[in-house]
C-alpha cells in the first residue's frame, strides 16, 4: 500500500510510522508534517533512512503542497496533524481552527480530486464532552468543551460530509488518551515523569479527580491498522484501553514507578471547562474487526516511565527550547 501519513513527525504519528514498517516492510510511507513545535524528526531517526519512507515538510493547509503530493497517487491518507492540545487551545484558538477543521478540509478535497481509496481521519473521544456514568457509543452526540475538541467535532463532521456527499470513502476513529515513547512533555504523562526526574513540582488541576482512560501508544496503532485495513466507509469507531483512572491516583502510580515523593504533587488552579470524566464503548471495533487492547497500565506504564528516563536527552532538548515559556505562562514557572 502506498500510504500518506500526516503529522507523522508527532507523537502517535511517530508511533504509527514505525508500527506500520514493523507490519508491512513493503510499504511505502509519505509523511507530511509541517513541523510545528510538537513535530520532531528526532521521533523518526530510525526510520529516516529507510527504503520506502519519504518525509515532506509542509502544511496541510495548503491545498498546492497536498495537491503537489496527493497527485503521485496515494491508496491511502491518514490524517494526524493537528494541534492536539487543550491547554493551548484556550489560550489561542485561531491554530487549531486551521489546522484541525480547514487542513482536514483541504486533505478530503486533496483525496476526493485524486482517488484517494481510504481516508482515515485519526480523532479523539473528547469530542463527546465529558460523562459522569456509562459510555458514549458512535451514536451518542457531539457535545465538546475545548476550543481543540470543537475544532476535532468540526473535522469529524466535515469528513461525514464528504463521505455523504462526494461518496469519499472516510472512516474516522474516536481514541481515549494515549501514551508512550515520543509524547510531547506538555502532555500529563511525560510532564510528570520529565518534571519528577528532576524533582519539580507536578502541577495537578483541581482536585485531581478528573478521570481519563488511558491507552498505549501500541494498541491505538494497531487499531488504526485494523480500520484502515477493514474499516467500513462512513462509519466512527470508538478505540479505548479500558484503563481508566482519576488524574491523582495516575500521579501516585508513576511517582511509585519512579521512586519519587507524593509531596512533589502541587494542586493548581483548574482548567477552565475541564471535563470531568472520557468514557467511551469501543464494543463496535471489537465486533467488527477483531480488535482488543493488548496492554494495561500494569504492563506499559513501568515500560513508558523506563523510555523516558532513558530518553533524557530526547525531552530535555525539548524542554530547553519554546516549551520554556509554554511552562512559565501556564505554571508561572514553578
Ligand atoms: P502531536 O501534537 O504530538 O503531533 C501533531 C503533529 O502534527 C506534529 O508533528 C505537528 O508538527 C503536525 N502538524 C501540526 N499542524 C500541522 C499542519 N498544519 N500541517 C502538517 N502537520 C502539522 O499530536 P498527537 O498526540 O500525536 O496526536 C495526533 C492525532 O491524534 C491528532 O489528530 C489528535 O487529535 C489525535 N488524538 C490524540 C490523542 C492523544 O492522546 N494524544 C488521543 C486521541 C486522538
Ligand atoms: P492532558 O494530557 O492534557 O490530556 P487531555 O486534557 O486531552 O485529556 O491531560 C490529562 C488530564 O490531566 C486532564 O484531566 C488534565 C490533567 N492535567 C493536570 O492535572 N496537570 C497538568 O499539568 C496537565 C498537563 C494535565
Given at each position: 500500500?502506498?500510504l500518506l501519513?500526516?503529522g507523522g513527525?508527532?507523537f502517535?504519528?511517530?508511533?504509527?510510522?514505525?508500527?506500520i514498517?514493523?507490519?508491512?516492510p513493503?510499504w511505502?510511507?509519505a509523511n507530511?508534517?509541517?513541523?510545528?513545535?510538537?513535530g520532531?524528526l528526532?521521533n523518526l531517526?530510525?526510520?529516516e533512512?529507510?527504503?520506502?519512507y519519504?518525509?515532506?515538510k509542509?502544511?496541510i493547509?495548503?491545498?498546492?503542497?497536498v495537491d503537489g503530493?496527493l497527485?503521485?497517487?496515494y491508496d491511502?491518507?491518514?490524517?494526524?496533524a493537528a494541534?492536539s492540545h487543550?491547554?493551548r487551545?484556550?489560550?489561542?484558538a485561531?491554530?487549531f481552527v486551521?489546522?484541525n477543521?480547514k487542513?482536514?478540509?483541504?486533505?478530503?478535497?486533496?483525496?476526493r480530486e485524486?482517488g484517494v481509496?481510504?481516508?482515515?481521519?485519526?480523532?479523539?473521544?473528547e469530542v463527546?464532552?465529558?460523562?459522569?456514568?456509562?459510555?458514549?457509543?458512535e451514536?451518542s452526540p457531539?457535545?465538546?468543551?475545548?476550543p481543540?475538541s470543537?475544532?476535532?467535532?468540526?473535522?469529524?463532521l466535515?469528513?461525514?460530509?464528504?463521505?455523504?456527499t462526494h461518496?469519499?470513502?472516510v472512516?474516522?476513529?474516536r481514541?481515549?488518551?494515549n501514551y508512550g515513547?515520543?509524547?510531547?512533555?506538555e502532555k500529563?504523562i511525560?510532564l510528570?515523569?520529565?518534571?519528577?526526574?528532576e524533582?519539580?513540582t507536578?502541577?495537578i488541576?483541581?482536585?485531581?479527580?478528573?478521570?481519563?482512560?488511558?491507552?498505549?501508544?501500541?494498541?491505538?496503532?494497531?487499531a488504526?491498522?485494523?480500520?484502515l485495513?477493514?474499516?467500513?466507509?462512513?462509519q466512527?469507531?470508538?478505540i479505548?484501553?479500558g484503563?481508566e483512572k482519576?488524574?491523582?491516583d495516575?500521579?501516585?502510580?508513576l511517582l511509585?514507578?519512579?521512586g519519587?515523593?507524593e509531596s512533589?504533587?502541587t494542586?493548581v488552579?483548574?482548567?477552565?471547562?475541564?471535563?470531568?470524566?472520557?468514557?467511551?464503548?469501543?464494543?463496535?471495533?471489537?465486533?467488527?474487526?477483531g480488535?482488543k487492547p493488548?496492554?494495561?497500565?500494569?504492563?506499559?506504564m513501568a515500560?513508558?516511565?523506563d523510555?523516558?528516563?532513558?530518553?533524557?536527552?530526547w525531552?530535555?532538548?525539548?524542554?530547553s527550547?519554546?516549551y520554556?515559556?509554554y511552562y512559565?505562562r501556564?505554571y508561572g514557572?514553578r
Open positions: 500500500m502506498k501519513v500526516t513527525a508527532g502517535i504519528g511517530s508511533n504509527f510510522i514505525r508500527y514498517f514493523q507490519q508491512h513493503d511505502q510511507v507530511l508534517d509541517r513541523l510545528s513545535y510538537a520532531n528526532e531517526k530510525d526510520i533512512k529507510r527504503t520506502g519519504s518525509f515532506v509542509g502544511d493547509t495548503d491545498r498546492a503542497t503530493i497527485k503521485e497517487g491511502g491518507v491518514v490524517n494526524f494541534e487543550v491547554d487551545s484556550i489560550l489561542d485561531s491554530p486551521d489546522t477543521f487542513g482536514t478540509q483541504v486533505m478530503l478535497e486533496g483525496a485524486h481509496k481510504r481516508f482515515l481521519q485519526v480523532s479523539t473521544d463527546y464532552g465529558s460523562r459522569g456514568e456509562g459510555y458514549f457509543t451514536e457531539l457535545d465538546p468543551s475545548s481543540y470543537a475544532s476535532k467535532a468540526a473535522a469529524d466535515m469528513c461525514l460530509a464528504y463521505h455523504k461518496g469519499l470513502p472512516m474516522i476513529t481514541c481515549t488518551n515513547p515520543y509524547q510531547f512533555p500529563l511525560p510528570v515523569i520529565s518534571n519528577a526526574a524533582d519539580m507536578i502541577p488541576y483541581g482536585d485531581g479527580q478528573n478521570r481519563r482512560d488511558w491507552i498505549y501508544v501500541e494498541d491505538h496503532c494497531r488504526l491498522e485494523a480500520v485495513l477493514k474499516g467500513r466507509a462512513g466512527v469507531y470508538n479505548a484501553g484503563q482519576p488524574n491523582l495516575l500521579v501516585k502510580l511509585k514507578l519512579m519519587k515523593p512533589l504533587i494542586f488552579k483548574d482548567r477552565p471547562a475541564h471535563d470531568r470524566r472520557y468514557a467511551i464503548d469501543c464494543g463496535k471495533i471489537e465486533r467488527e474487526l480488535w493488548l496492554y494495561t497500565i500494569e504492563k506499559a515500560a513508558t516511565v523510555w523516558y528516563l532513558a530518553n533524557g536527552p525531552w530535555r532538548n525539548i524542554k527550547g519554546e520554556q515559556e512559565t501556564m514557572g
